[in-house]
């Protein structure tokens, strides 16, 4: 068993670096946008309109991977999208982790009538499909990042709930919390204090899966044009720019996709990854 | 629990989950903060006019009062007009209804025959190479959402190499002979295979989009019921008697094996349903989920509550199906 349980390390472990490497470009890419982008990302240039990525003939150097039917910086915008892909999987994602891992927590722990409460919703929300819950929710708020932000989390939270709630169940029925009971310490300070890193690892994992789904959320939304105003550069309404211009530039659907597809890719490998590395069999 | 009690108990069930449905729906929309009156005046009608449509679409009563006056009218078929295409919502949802249902049903039977094959395959070729690259593709596939299959499957098969049709039901220049809006169903009827033909080069797209993150799930969760059957006594004993390792994994471990797929199939055929929306959009299919998206970007209010309302009834018929399937092969329950 041994040399299965190394192997299923390691693969972990390339997994793991792989996705956090792309990731981290990210970010970099996000924070620093302005400074790397070769471009300005709204600047139109009709006589610059669907120059081809830099290896083909009739390349402009300053264009490295191309430019859109507006004459616009394919890298550029991508660059800037990074901006809102990961605002939006940082504050939805944060905000769905702190709600329905605090929900989960209380009602895991303290049972009684918060649990009852909190499992009904979770009941309800769970029948209700997140699709129509979404196209419901979009046309009562409007479009805009706030309505994404807000969807995302009043349908996701149960994720978290759910999950949360069992294993504050399980933590709690352990000797450590009932010696800790014992020696007179507060209910609310033994879930701070003892449950919540125990459960730590899985919030982790959960908060990593969201995030990559809070990205495909915000793309789709912007693909359909329900998102931000049209002159923001996001991936979504590159993808649809792109998909419209595919037979004559296909470089401007293929670059944004490329870098949602690894994206989306990486945080659930991410994700993955952090479970089996938080595992205590396989550690 | 005899069959038919279980019967009616999930008709109840359902019945409630819909109720439930139309209160939710009936009251977010209810919320909304732009006035929906508003968007349909004309510019320059007066106080008069705004009374008089308010009064036209019951909005002058009082909130229990217009839910009442909703819910019949819903029960009766009477789902109210489009504020954009100034027709019947019923009418509308149900010319496009069974474009989505024939998109979804040719999607399951993709993803249950890729899902099966991949399944039986990799359990065939256990402990080898394949197995492994069966696996790590279906991880792939399972962490990747319909949407973007969809995209890489325009570049591929409608860019790269095109043999598939990417946007739309059916070619426009065709002559449709049909009276009901199921032309796929239609067409194998009247024996027209040349628009059958189109209409499958046009389906198969957005099918397979939707088909692929399914065809992993029944791929993994398949093959490792069968993994764990192949273990059991009486494999082994079929084994013995000397039967081929085909006959033994499709005809002795597959028929025990499949139970728990087939409960996950019909939980998983709803989300499949919900990505309609989206890949239909995707692919400019014609189907209710574009008509969805339209919808809420012209806040057509009363089209989204029967769309809404028409996806919960599909979800609901789909799940009192499967548990009924479910019912009648699970020996346990049907003699229980």
């Not at chain 1, 944060?94 to 409460?117: E, H, K, N, Q």
């Not at chain 2, 679409?57 to 504020?83: A, H």
């Amino acid at each position: 068993m041994a040399d299965g349980r190394s192997q299923v390390k390691r693969r972990a472990g390339a997994r793991l670096w792989l996705s956090a490497t792309w990731l981290g470009l990210l970010v970099l890419g996000a924070v620093f946008a302005p400074l790397i982008a070769p471009q300005d990302p709204l600047a139109q240039d009709l006589f610059g309109a669907r120059l081809p990525p830099f290896w083909e003939a009739g390349a402009d150097a300053a264009f490295p991977l191309g430019s859109d039917s507006l004459g616009r910086d394919v890298l550029s915008r991508i660059i800037h999208g990074a901006r809102i892909a990961l605002g939006v999987a940082l504050i939805a994602g944060t905000l769905t982790c702190l709600i329905g891992s605090g929900l989960g927590l209380i009602a895991g722990y303290f049972r009684g009538w918060p649990d009852m409460v909190i499992s009904r919703l979770v009941d309800i929300w769970m029948a209700f499909p997140p699709v129509l819950f979404a196209i419901l929710l979009i046309a009562v708020l409007g479009t805009g990042l706030s309505s994404i932000i807000i969807a995302i989390v009043v349908i996701d939270w149960t994720r978290f709930a759910r999950v949360i709630r069992a294993e504050a169940m399980s933590q709690g029925a352990m000797d450590y919390v009932a010696s800790a009971q014992v020696a007179g310490r507060k209910r609310f300070s033994i879930l701070l204090a003892e449950i919540l890193p125990n459960v730590l690892p899985t919030i982790v994992v959960l908060l990593t899966l969201e995030m990559g789904i809070a990205v495909i959320v915000e793309a789709i939304l912007s693909f359909v044009n329900l998102s931000i105003s049209t002159d923001q550069p996001t991936w979504g309404s590159m993808i649809a720019e792109g998909r419209l211009s595919i037979h004559q530039a296909w470089w401007v659907l293929v670059f944004p996709l490329v870098t949602l597809f690894l994206t989306v890719l990486s945080f659930s490998q991410l994700g993955e990854g952090l479970k089996d590395h938080f595992d205590p069999v396989l550690r | 629990m005899t069959l038919i009690r279980r019967i009616l108990l999930r008709l109840l069930t359902m019945a409630i989950t819909l109720f439930g449905v139309a209160v939710i729906v009936f009251f977010v929309i209810r919320v909304v903060p732009g006035n929906p009156i508003a968007m349909m005046l004309p510019p320059g009608a007066g106080e008069e006019d705004i009374a008089r449509l308010k009064a036209l679409y019951g909005l002058d009563k009082t909130i229990p009062e217009q839910f009442v006056i909703w819910l019949s009218g819903v029960l009766q078929g009477d789902f109210g007009t489009s504020i954009t295409t100034r027709q019947p919502v019923l009418a509308l949802v149900l010319s496009r209804l069974p474009a989505t249902l024939e998109l979804s049903v040719v999607a399951l039977v993709i993803a249950v025959a890729i899902g099966g094959t991949l399944a039986l395959t990799g359990t065939r070729l256990r402990g080898t190479r394949s197995e492994g690259a069966i696996d790590v593709a279906n991880g792939m596939a399972l962490s990747v959402p319909d949407f973007l299959w969809g995209l890489v499957l325009i570049l591929l098969f409608g860019v790269l190499w095109p043999v598939f049709h990417i946007s739309g039901r059916v070619s426009p220049s065709l002559d449709l002979p049909f009276v009901t809006n199921f032309y796929l169903f239609e067409s194998v009827l009247r024996l027209r295979f040349d628009i059958w033909a189109d209409l499958v080069a046009h389906m198969f797209m957005p099918a397979l989009a939707l088909a692929i993150p399914l065809a992993a799930i029944i791929a993994q969760l398949l093959k490792q019921s069968l993994k764990e059957t192949m273990h059991l006594d009486y494999v082994t004993l079929s084994r013995t008697k000397g039967y081929g390792e085909n006959h033994v994994i499709t005809r002795e471990a597959l028929p025990n094996a499949v139970l728990p797929t087939l409960t996950l199939i019909g939980v998983q055929f709803t989300f499949l349903i919900g990505g309609t929306v989206i890949i239909e959009r995707l692919f400019s299919y014609e189907g209710l989920g574009n008509m969805a998206i339209d919808a809420v970007i012209n806040r057509d209010l009363p089209l989204i509550q029967g769309i809404v309302i028409l996806f919960a009834l599909i979800f609901s018929v789909v799940n009192l199906v499967v548990d009924l399937t479910y019912a009648a092969l699970n020996p346990r329950l049907r003699h229980g």
